[in-house]
């Protein structure tokens, strides 16, 4: 992001979860109902853990915002950790402990084990509590201003939720997880984000930094979890031939316009948008957590030991969807801002009718 800086703080088990999004232009509607709505929607989804029954997620606004409108100024979230009392003493800012629920035997697959070792942890909860995808539900709130500001300009940001465990039709969806579950494992998934409604324009190719889709990688590779990005046809286009992956050119009828009839590009060519839908597909590794765990090592004991068991998800790629969403959602409002400028919403729309004529 170049116009929007973000930031976010708080540990997973602490009393609260802090974020800022600052550079939004004045007069972008935002209030708790849109909120919650993003929130419940990162919340739901076959495959999540208890946790998600705890929480609701509902962020208060704490700055940036007032009689339902952005006012220029830093926009400032909080959400409490409705579990928190039953932390209070694991989680304690200070105090000379004991270390209650400590980990000691990292799970493969997740930041413990580097984590303790970049940091020079011995209890390994001082990593996963920070690397743990809850910090995400500060991004999603955080976006829901971004969503506003594009829902504003015309454009609306989806998602859905394309194979869990191999498999791609509903039901046999529910068995993966169903069955990942039995047996103490979890699956993961592909998700795909489509956004409707943008200008061609945004993004270049003049300059590496400057095209879209490496914006667009970014973001959805700062989702934990995510392992592989793809935009349009992306890794089936390369063993296709040119003539099955480029999109053809053709006049309108009236010979006004150049219109494409196929958008395997997936909305963006040489680094700028197309106007055509943007499609991005993210692979989600199955969650690090197993019930049934993988071998590991106690780092205290120097001894070969099962990983650390940590309340967890079977499967996470439904929420992961519509948190890639909400990432891609920043990217695009900071696109917008990038092209055509305003401190004010007024002064965007002013400047993106323009630039339309
Ligand atoms: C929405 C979401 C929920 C997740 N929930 C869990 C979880 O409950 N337990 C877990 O071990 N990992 C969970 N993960 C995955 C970890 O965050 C991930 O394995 C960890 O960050 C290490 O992956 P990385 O190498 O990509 O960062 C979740 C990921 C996402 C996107």
């Excluded at 919340?43 to 915002?65: F, P, S």
């Excluded at 959805?220 to 063993?239: P, R, T």
């Excluded at 001894?303 to 909400?326: L, Y």
Aim: hydrophobic content about 45%; overall charge positive; proline content about 4%.
């Amino acid at each position: 992001m170049r116009v929007l800086r973000m930031l976010t703080a708080g540990e997973s088990h602490g009393p609260a979860l802090t974020g800022i999004l600052e550079g939004l232009p004045a007069g972008v509607p935002f209030g708790t109902a849109q909120l919650r709505e993003q929130a419940a929607r990162r919340r739901a989804g076959y495959g999540r853990g208890n946790r998600m029954k705890i929480e609701d997620d509902a962020a208060d606004i704490l700055g940036g915002v007032r009689m339902g409108k952005t006012t220029g100024g830093p926009l400032a979230l909080s959400i409490v950790n409705k579990d928190f009392k039953n932390w209070a003493e694991v989680m304690a800012a200070e105090g000379p402990g004991p270390r209650k629920r400590a980990v000691r035997v990292p799970r493969p697959g997740h930041a413990d084990l580097v984590g303790a070792l970049k940091y020079g942890h011995e209890d390994m909860r001082d990593v996963l509590e920070r690397a743990s995808a809850r910090e995400t539900a500060m991004r999603v709130a955080l976006a829901t201003a971004a969503r506003s500001l594009l829902s504003e300009m015309g454009v609306q940001v989806r998602s859905r939720v394309v194979s869990v465990g191999g498999a791609e039709d509903d039901a046999g969806m529910k068995a993966a997880v169903d069955a990942a579950k039995a047996a103490g494992d979890t699956v993961g998934g592909v998700f795909e984000v489509t956004a409707l409604g943008l200008p061609p324009g945004l993004g270049s190719y003049a300059q590496w930094d400057r095209r879209l889709e490496g914006d667009l990688a970014k973001a959805v590779m700062s989702l934990n979890a995510v392992k592989g990005v793809e935009v349009g046809l992306g890794f089936a286009g390369a063993s296709l031939r040119g003539s099955e992956v480029h999109d053809a050119f053709y006049w309108n009828a009236k010979r006004t316009k150049v219109v494409r009839k196929t958008n395997r590009s997936g909305g963006v060519d040489g680094g700028v948008t197309t106007g055509e839908p943007l499609v991005v597909r993210g692979a989600l590794k199955p969650i690090a957590t197993l019930m049934n765990p993988l071998p590991s090592v106690d780092l205290a004991a120097r001894k070969p030991a099962a990983a650390h068991i940590e309340r967890s998800d079977t499967c996470a790629v439904p929420a992961a969807a519509v948190i890639a969403e909400s990432l891609i959602c920043l990217e695009l409002a900071d696109h917008m801002l990038l092209k055509f400028g305003g401190d004010s919403l007024k002064e965007l729309k002013a400047h993106y009718a323009a630039s339309r004529r």
